[in-house]
């Protein structure tokens, strides 16, 4: 549940703010141990993901396509939530 929420949150912001955001959750049960060997991978597939978007948002935004994209995702989000 909380997962949901952050997710759903970034990907407000993100759309909101048209910049990307990466971000992952190691699941339930993890052991810190665990968690510890998995930072470096993690973290960087995390970036490099970040990195991806804004390149492609950057051929969008040269296209022109992005800022209308964006306006329509916000709205589509805001009438979602209000139904909600």
């Known amino acids: 549940m909380v997962g949901y929420q952050v997710a759903r949150k ?32 993690y973290s960087k597939r995390a970036v490099e993901a970040a990195v991806e978007m ?3 948002m950057r051929k969008l935004s040269e296209l ?3 800022e209308g994209h964006c306006r329509d995702m916000i709205t ?5 939530v209000k139904r909600l």
């Open 54 to 56: 804004v390149h492609k």
């Open 10 to 41: 970034l990907l407000d912001l993100s759309i909101e703010f048209s910049k990307p955001i990466a971000f992952g959750i190691i699941g339930p049960g993890t052991t810190r141990a665990q968690a510890q060997e998995r930072i470096d991978d």
């Open 76 to 80: 589509l989000r805001r009438n979602t």
């Open 64 to 66: 022109g396509k992005i």
